[in-house]
Every structure is written in structure tokens, then in C-alpha cells.
């Protein structure tokens, strides 16, 4: 079992920034892959970014040049650097973790956007 822990959400202006992070209670040896997903309030959870154990990164085309994931020296650890934030960022961000064929949730953190 792994429990993931998220940090770093709240409330920014327009243009603002954000960094989310993640911290993840299991071995780097089993983890494939890290990322974001985001959930708005009335619609469906969507991929933001994620980043494999060799590094390999994806975005959503709506966060790409804004958004920036990385994993931190401990590989259990992912962030992701959110600038020129937008109103249409609004939504809580939930970490996720595939290792091996098991995918594991954080509990989510509030990221609003508004002037």
C-alpha cells in the first residue's frame, strides 16, 4: 500500500504562481510513474503532467510552456511548478502513482486562481 501526501495548494492572483508537491511512503525501486491529474468542480479528472522513473515528462497541451514537473533526489518525491496561472487552473490537484499495476491516489489540494 502507499500513501501520498500533497502540499502547496491555495489561493493566487491571475499570472501568479504555485509549486505542488508530493511525497509518496514507498520504494523508489517499485515506482513507474509519478504525476497530476486536476478535477474542476462539475467536470471530469484530467491529466496535468506526469513523469516516469527515467524522466520522461507529459503535459496536457493547456499547461505546456506554464507547467513544470520534476521528481526530487529521493525519486519519491514529484512537484510540479505552476506559473502564469489562469482562472481555468482552478480545480484540486491530486497526485498519482503507478507502481507496478497499482495506481495510488493523494487526497487532493485546492488550487484557486482569482483576482
Known amino acids: 500500500q502507499a500513501q501520498l501526501v500533497e502540499s502547496g495548494g491555495g489561493l493566487v492572483q491571475p499570472g501568479g504562481s504555485l509549486r505542488l508537491s508530493c511525497v509518496a511512503s514507498?520504494?523508489?525501486?517499485?515506482?513507474?510513474?509519478m504525476g497530476w491529474y486536476r478535477q474542476a468542480p462539475g467536470k471530469q479528472r484530467e491529466l496535468v503532467a506526469t513523469?516516469?522513473?527515467?524522466?520522461?515528462?507529459n503535459y496536457a497541451d493547456s499547461v505546456k510552456d506554464r507547467f513544470t514537473i520534476s521528481r526530487g533526489n529521493a525519486k519519491n518525491t514529484v512537484y510540479l511548478q505552476m506559473n502564469s496561472l489562469k482562472p481555468e487552473d482552478t480545480a484540486v490537484y491530486y497526485c498519482?502513482?503507478?507502481?507496478?499495476?497499482?495506481?495510488?491516489w493523494g487526497q487532493g489540494t485546492q488550487v484557486t486562481v482569482s483576482s
Open positions: 513523469i516516469t522513473s527515467s524522466g520522461t515528462t
Open positions: 498519482n502513482l503507478l507502481r507496478g499495476a497499482s495506481v495510488y
Open positions: 514507498v520504494s523508489v525501486f517499485s515506482i513507474v510513474r
